[in-house]
Structures are given as C-alpha cells and as structure tokens.
C-alpha cells in the first residue's frame, strides 16, 4: 500500500508562486513516476507535471508555457513543482500521483490541494 501526502496549495494574485510538494509512503517501489494531475468539477483529469524516480526525466502537460518546474532528487519519495507566473485559469484542484507499470500497474493519488489565483 502507497499513501501520498501533498500540500503547498493555497491563493495567489496572478503572476504568482506556488510550491507543491508530496511525499509517498508505505510500499513503495524504486520505479516509479510522481507528480501531478489537476481536475476542474465535471472534468477530467488533466496532467501537469510527472517525473522518474530518477529525477532525470520529466514531462509536463501541454498547457504547460514554462512557469511549472517539477523537480525530484535520486531515488527520492518526495517531489517539489514550482509553478511561477500563475494565471486564473491555473486555479484547479491539484492531485498528487504516484504510479508504477512493473512488477504491477498501481496508481495513487493524493488527497488533493486547492490552488486559487485571483485578484
């Protein structure tokens, strides 16, 4: 069993910062891929960011401009986003993910953190 624990979120004026952090717990394996997915009420699942165990390899979501950096040390069970230059519509419900496709498909997913940016 995985737990993940994320926190970070919170309200910003836009333009600005955010960091996200989650830590995984329990079983965990030393392949896998962290990061985050964002979820509007109604809506599906959207990623934003994900990265290897490694940290070595990265991939972001395609509404991504530049301002998200996630980053994750070797082998680390907790990952950090940087999301700078915040805009409105950034504001979502963000999720933390942790999966692994050997020795078994498994997909975790944190309890969430609001992200609001507004005015």
């Known amino acids: 069993q995985v737990e993940l624990v994320e926190s970070g979120g919170g309200s910003v004026q836009p333009g600005g910062s955010l960091r996200l952090s989650c830590t995984a717990s329990g079983s965990i394996f030393n392949i896998n891929v962290m990061g985050w997915y964002r979820q509007a009420p109604g809506k599906e699942l959207e990623l934003v960011a994900q990265?290897?165990?490694?940290?070595?390899?990265?991939n972001y979501g395609d509404f991504v401009k530049g301002g998200f950096t996630i980053r994750r040390e070797y082998g680390a069970n907790t990952v950090y986003m940087e999301m700078n230059s915040l805009e409105p519509e950034d504001t979502d419900v963000y999720y933390c993910n942790y999966q692994t496709h050997w020795p078994t498909y498994l997909k975790v997913w944190g309890q969430g953190t609001l992200v609001t940016v507004s005015s």
């Open positions: 990265i290897i165990a490694s940290g070595g390899s990265t």
